[in-house]
């Protein structure tokens, strides 16, 4: 398969219009087209609908995007390796970890000489693009055992409750029935522990004013002084070291803690960062 026709694809799933697509690789636009009637021919499905204001994926078209990326990007790794004579270490990490543990250790590795390629997303999205072989090493939150792979306690965390400093109605502490009663945001971490941990704190069917998948969305909430929120103390310690938020003790219910995990191949072990200090050493 053709990875300049898969390329042309991709580009043209973002773009969506042939002209613009034509004028970024610096080609026909006749050629845009023929490289997409090629691909189809080759699969044997329509990957396309278009008309003359709108290009949008068939389902089948879905499906083959998916398979394209990881093909695309598996060639631009094996490029980067081979001519740059630098292996580029491919990193998936959830942000929270990102944030709390994994930015330091990156910024050391590269002012060492090392080169990494970082996918921010949620632990299950990056097992599987391990699984595919699209990354090295998962910094996840999830312990999985899987033939052929290592999975070793990289680090641990706990969830506080948080408010800006200056809009902090309980100095003192909070209890659980409280909760429901004040503006507080919910960050999904796509984890089920986690997910129903938060939820079970307040009452079914609670609507929270700001809903949100990424945990620095959470700080901007949180800085803007809107209201209260559960966020990992990795990711706020700047906050917490400056005084910019505040940690408020919760009085009936216990916090809870949040341990991470790192998942490679076995053989990849030696290209992973080493356990923070306070984490196990073996699984």
């Not at 072990?269 to 196990?280: N, R, S, Y």
Request: with cysteine; aromatic share 10%; glycine share 8%.
């Amino acid at each position: 398969m053709n990875t300049d026709n898969l390329r042309t694809f991709l580009l043209l799933v973002k773009l969506k219009n042939f002209t613009r697509v034509a004028e970024h690789q610096f080609i026909a636009q006749s050629t845009v087209t023929n490289r997409i009637a090629e691909l189809e021919r080759e699969m044997d499905v329509r990957l396309l609908r278009r008309d003359t204001r709108n290009v949008a994926l068939t389902e089948d078209g879905k499906t083959f995007y998916e398979y394209a990326r990881r093909i695309v990007e598996m060639e631009d790794a094996c490029v980067s390796a081979v001519r740059g004579g630098v292996r580029q270490i491919r990193v998936g990490t959830t942000n929270a970890i990102y944030e709390g543990v994994l930015k330091d250790r990156i910024f050391e590795g590269i002012a060492a000489g090392h080169a990494y390629r970082v996918t921010i997303g949620h632990t299950a999205g990056l097992l599987e693009m391990l699984w595919d072989g699209l990354l090295d090493a998962a910094y996840v939150y999830q312990d999985v055992r899987r033939a052929g792979f290592s999975c070793t306690p990289y680090s641990r965390d706990e969830l506080v409750f948080l408010a800006r400093a200056d809009k902090n109605g309980f100095p003192d502490g909070i209890q659980q029935e409280q909760l429901a009663g004040i503006p507080c945001a919910m960050c999904n971490f796509s984890l089920q522990e986690i997910g129903s941990y938060l939820r079970e704190l307040f009452p079914a069917g609670h609507v929270f004013p700001f809903e949100v998948d990424n945990s620095n969305k959470v700080k901007d909430y949180l800085k803007a002084g809107l209201g209260y929120a559960f966020l990992p103390r990795g990711i706020v310690k700047e906050e917490l070291a400056s005084g910019a938020f505040v940690e408020i003790t919760p009085l009936d219910f216990m916090r809870m803690e949040i341990p991470s995990y790192c998942v490679c191949r076995r053989e990849d072990k030696d290209i992973c960062f080493p356990p923070e200090v306070d984490a196990p050493q073996d699984i």
